[in-house]
């Protein structure tokens, strides 16, 4: 098992990708605290892994609530004396271009796919820099490295979110952390279902995976989940400050 008495922290591991990140984590021996703003699907999913075998706790947090992830990841690290991976995930799309997107909900998606990272990885950052190690995971997107039509605010946060990645890993590569970007592209989740209506519908969105990916197809939670183990262990314990692309050939 790779990652044996490893403590770790998600958010948004209710459904989709956090979800499956925190299984199979799980799976390789970490214990687990499942977090999301729906408390019911943390604790739905930490049941699962309980179920499997594993071990987990379940949270309700907000990460748009500076206080309560705060208090969630440093209260977890007291806990436990120690935090080893925190996989910062939760994260909004909002369609439009500077036409459409209000200012409004540029700032949500700033919150969200930005500030709530910066957060999370600061109330990390103590207990990691004590251990003189740690594994943060911040989800960007292939949108993160490319330019998606119509997509503002999401495309500028997620670029964002790269650049405070890189910026953590050469602050942090002698404190003994590793600061990495998981960047999917199209992965089937209900994170999907406003660019489902933008597109018009399930047909016109399935349509556009198999035309536009050169794979033809959406990438599993699985096929994620295998990433995020990798950037959780010592497998990737050289690798800092990358943007990790899993998307079908989507963004070349
Ligand atoms: N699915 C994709 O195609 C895809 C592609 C690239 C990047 N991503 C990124 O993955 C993340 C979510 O995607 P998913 O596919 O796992 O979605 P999902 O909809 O399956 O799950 C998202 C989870 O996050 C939770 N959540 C939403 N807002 C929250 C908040 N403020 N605080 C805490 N939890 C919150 C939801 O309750 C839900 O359980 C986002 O950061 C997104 O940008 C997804």
């Given at each position: 098992?790779?990652?044996?008495?490893?403590?770790?922290?998600?958010?948004?591991?209710?459904?989709?990708?956090?979800?499956?990140?925190a299984l199979a984590m799980a799976r390789e021996g970490a214990l687990v605290v499942v977090t999301d703003r729906d408390g019911a699907a943390a604790r739905a999913v930490a049941a699962e892994i309980a179920a499997a075998g594993g071990r987990a706790e379940a949270q309700a947090v907000d990460v748009a609530d500076d206080a309560a992830l705060t208090e969630a990841i440093a209260g977890t690290a007291a806990r436990h004396g120690r935090l080893?991976?925190?996989?910062?995930?939760?994260?909004?799309?909002?369609?439009?271009?500077?036409a459409e997107a209000s200012v409004q909900e540029m700032d949500l998606s700033w919150r969200l796919n930005v500030r709530a990272h910066?957060?999370?990885?600061?109330a990390a950052l103590g207990p990691m820099r004590a251990q003189r190690r740690g594994s943060i995971i911040v989800t960007a997107s292939n949108s993160g490295v490319q330019y998606?039509?119509?997509?503002?605010a999401y495309c500028t946060t997620k670029h964002a979110a790269i650049a405070m990645v890189?910026?953590?890993?050469?602050?942090?590569a002698r404190d003994g952390i590793r600061c990495n970007a998981l960047c999917p592209g199209f992965v089937d989740t209900p994170f999907n279902a406003g660019f489902q209506a933008q597109m018009g519908g399930r047909a016109a969105l399935e349509n556009y995976v198999a035309e536009t990916i050169p794979m033809g197809r959406w990438g599993s939670v699985d096929e994620i989940a295998e990433a995020i183990l990798y950037l959780a262990s010592d497998r990737s314990a050289f690798m800092t400050g990358h943007a990790l692309v899993i998307d079908g050939a989507e963004s070349l």
């Open positions: 098992m790779i990652l044996k008495d490893r403590l770790a922290f998600v958010t948004g591991a209710g459904s989709g990708i956090g979800r499956a990140g080893d991976i925190l996989h910062s995930h939760a994260g909004v799309q909002v369609s439009g271009g500077l910066f957060v999370a990885a600061k998606d039509r119509g997509m503002i890189r910026q953590i890993a050469v602050d942090h």
